[in-house]
């Protein structure tokens, strides 16, 4: 479920900058996406901001991460297996509300920061 949450272009506008729709024609390395970021009161955007990524890797249910082109950063998933479950990485600092989103959504809770 976790994988999916990360991977599914309906499942990341549901936590991920929620209401900002993902295009991922395919899940492979080098397929070109499309990230719209949408106006919210996280971002001081007056209009949609849409945003070109290529794949960088996808090594199911341990990595998926994306390149975005025109800002030339790399943004890496990584999931790990715990004794308790698992527990998912983001490569840079502050993505703690997407991260608290995406654990909320996993856990069948309300999105903390929507």
Do not use: C
């Not at 599914?8 to 899940?27: C, D, F, R, T, V």
């Not at 901001?49 to 199911?60: E, G, K, L, R």
């Not at 990595?63 to 479950?85: I, N, R």
């Amino acid at each position: 479920m976790i994988w999916d949450a990360i991977t599914n272009e309906k499942k990341l506008q549901q936590w991920y900058a929620l209401g900002s729709p993902w295009e991922i024609p395919h899940l492979k390395e080098g397929e070109k996406i499309t990230f719209t970021l949408m106006p919210s009161v996280h971002n001081n955007l007056s209009e949609s901001y849409p945003m070109s990524m290529t794949i960088h890797a996808v090594t199911p249910y341990k990595e998926f991460s994306v390149y975005l082109d025109e800002q030339q950063f790399l943004l890496t998933f990584h999931l790990h297996s715990e004794k308790d479950g698992i527990s998912v990485t983001i490569n840079s600092a502050g993505f703690n509300e997407s991260l608290a989103n995406l654990k909320a959504l996993i856990e069948g809770r309300k999105i903390p920061y929507a």
